[in-house]
């Protein structure tokens, strides 16, 4: 049974800097693809970040584009968000994700497993 467990949510200023981690379990193969997404109160769940086996392929959402960065660590089946510049906007549960299956991360939105989400709040 596959398991993702988010953790590293906290409540920091903005300007603050935070990783997030994202530990998988139940699983041998590879992950094909991982993404971070986010949702804020009363708004959709949007994507943050995905990475590719190997970490070759990256993608970020314009939001998050030079403050973000993602990383994966396929041997100890991790996942991570480090994410500076935050700003209030970024508060949010943030959700890790993983899939499987062939096909390209771009773009991807249906990923087969799900964390339970770690919240980020950046306030003063």
């Known amino acids: 049974q596959v398991q993702l467990m988010e953790s590293g949510g906290l409540s920091v200023q903005p300007g603050g800097s935070l990783t997030l981690s994202c530990a998988a379990s139940g699983y041998t193969t590879p992950t094909f693809c991982w993404g971070w997404f986010r949702q804020a109160p009363g708004k959709e769940r949007e994507k943050v970040a995905s990475?590719?086996?190997?970490?070759?392929?990256?993608e970020y959402a314009d939001f998050v584009k030079g403050r973000f960065d993602i990383s994966e660590d396929d041997a100890e089946k991790k996942l991570y968000l480090q994410m500076n510049s935050l700003k209030p906007e970024d508060t949010a549960m943030y959700y890790c994700?993983?899939?499987?299956?062939?096909?390209?991360?771009?773009?991807?939105?249906?990923?087969?497993?799900w964390g339970q989400g770690t919240q980020v709040t950046v306030s003063s």
């Open positions: 994700a993983a899939d499987f299956s062939a096909g390209s991360c771009y773009n991807r939105q249906n990923f087969a497993y």
């Open positions: 990475i590719a086996t190997g970490g070759a392929t990256t």
